[in-house]
């Protein structure tokens, strides 16, 4: 299947700091990214769509300003976790379509915050 | 919005028993039924999928069927084994997100 690789693995970090993911399709163009967050032994719960060259489209209630996504090309999208907090520690996961307009997504192997 | 639910929550098996997990789901436009499987850790893996307009799907060990009308799909894990332990979480698509179910974590024991 195609894959989607995220750095870092897992990271840790002080509170009131920032912290950047990166997610990257290696073998293929992803016109569409989302961003899950999931918590422990919890489901996957949809962050926001990221669509390359424009803006995110957020699920309500997910703070924009706080999750900041960019996706300047076809093949990399990040997720800033700003001014983090302990209780935005959790599992975060992206994903993207193989072919724009297709409905298979695969998952990258996702990264572990935690904040002290 | 699309609501999944999920059951079991748990499930165990002795090995080679098969394993059926069920989802159902709420909104009629949803066409497209993923399962994913997810080891400790790990990101979900895309095991099988199935879209509205088939009934039934067979990979190997691995199958899915789907009820429009009662609006309803299933995994159906055959020859279970031991690496077969893991959480599934199945999902409707709606419009372009996936909407998942609470996920099942699947014992099989030797």
């Known amino acids: 299947g195609a894959v989607v690789s995220q750095h870092p693995s897992r990271v840790i970090c002080k509170s009131g700091t920032s912290v950047k993911i990166e997610c990257r399709s290696l073998?293929?163009?992803?016109?569409?990214m989302f961003w899950y967050r999931q918590f422990p032994k919890k489901s996957l719960m949809l962050m926001a769509t990221s669509n390359e060259g424009s803006k995110a489209t957020y699920e309500q209630g997910v703070e924009k300003d706080k999750f900041l996504i960019n996706h300047a090309s076809l093949t990399l999208s990040t997720l800033t976790v700003t001014s983090a907090h302990p209780e935005d520690s959790s599992f975060y996961i992206c994903s993207a379509n193989l072919e724009a307009g297709t409905d298979t997504q695969y998952f990258g192997p996702g990264t572990r915050l935690t904040v002290l | 919005g699309e609501n999944v639910e999920q059951h079991p929550s748990t499930l165990s098996v002795q090995e080679g028993d098969s394993a059926v997990i069920k989802c159902t789901y709420s909104d009629s436009a949803s066409n497209y039924f993923p399962w994913y499987k997810q080891e400790l850790g790990k990101g979900p893996q895309l095991i099988i999928d199935?879209?509205?307009?088939?009934g039934e799907k067979k990979d190997q060990r691995i199958a899915v069927t789907l009820n429009k009308t009662a609006k309803h799909f299933s995994l159906h894990i055959t020859e279970t084994q031991p690496e077969d332990s893991a959480v599934y979480f199945c999902?409707?698509?709606?419009?372009?997100?996936?909407?998942f179910g609470k996920g099942t974590t699947l014992s099989v024991s030797s």
């Open positions: 199935i879209r509205s307009n088939v």
């Open positions: 073998d293929f163009q992803a016109t569409t």
């Open positions: 999902a409707a698509k709606t419009g372009t997100a996936l909407i």
